[in-house]
């Protein structure tokens, strides 16, 4: 009888140790479960992190490469243009107008907004070096003094004032379209915000 009653009350000690035991197996983390989460962050993140840091390092590069095609397009399209001319016998003709309002309307697409104070404002130097650089090199013995430079750069600046005009009306026409595309971009979400509760009101 004194046996039984002692097994009894052992079963009982373990009956009400057990629910504990296991309350507290479930709060404690599995450690199979704890070992794993550290490795999968790490292999989720790893990949994150370096195409972030790709996308960084490009974004210098990508700045660069438009900030050289934006020179090349104002700067090097005219002189081509001008020593194309030269060549025709033609300077300044309608090559250099040509090149010389194709490249404007290039850097003022491919600039930033910063960019088009520099696009506009360099119009008018571009242009008269394009031109006298090109008539000086191709006639060096037409000008071996200052009376007749002073008198080719006159002849110069008449021929160049129209072909600076087409050259900043191109730009002007490219930057009110980029400004007209860029608002459109902007507004386009709201519109179609405005779209759905249209329709969620119909429906």
């Known amino acids: 009888m004194a046996g039984q009653r002692a097994s009894s009350s052992i079963g009982e000690a373990q009956d009400q140790a057990h629910p504990r035991a296991r309350a507290r197996g479930a709060q404690l983390p599995s450690p199979r479960r704890g070992a794993d989460a550290p490795l999968s962050d790490q292999t989720s993140a790893a990949p994150a992190g370096r195409a972030a840091a790709r996308s960084r390092a490009a974004a210098p590069r990508a700045r660069r490469a438009t900030a050289g095609m934006t020179m090349l397009a104002a700067l090097g399209l005219p002189v081509i243009g001008a020593f194309t001319d030269e060549l025709l016998g033609s300077a300044p ?36 070096l394009s031109t006298a650089g090109a008539e000086l090199l191709a006639h060096r013995d037409k000008y071996g003094d200052t009376k007749a430079v002073a008198t080719g750069a006159a002849k110069w600046a008449v021929h160049a004032f129209p072909v600076m005009g087409w050259a900043m009306g191109a730009a002007v026409l490219v930057i009110m379209i980029r400004l007209a595309l860029e608002k459109n971009a902007r507004s386009k979400p709201a519109r179609e915000r405005r779209g759905r509760q249209k329709e969620n009101r119909r429906g």
């Open 93 to 128: 003709g309608g090559v250099f107008t040509t090149l010389t309002v194709l490249g404007t309307a290039a850097a003022a697409w491919l600039a930033t907004r910063n960019g088009w104070w520099w696009v506009l404002t360099g119009v008018a130097p571009v242009v008269l």
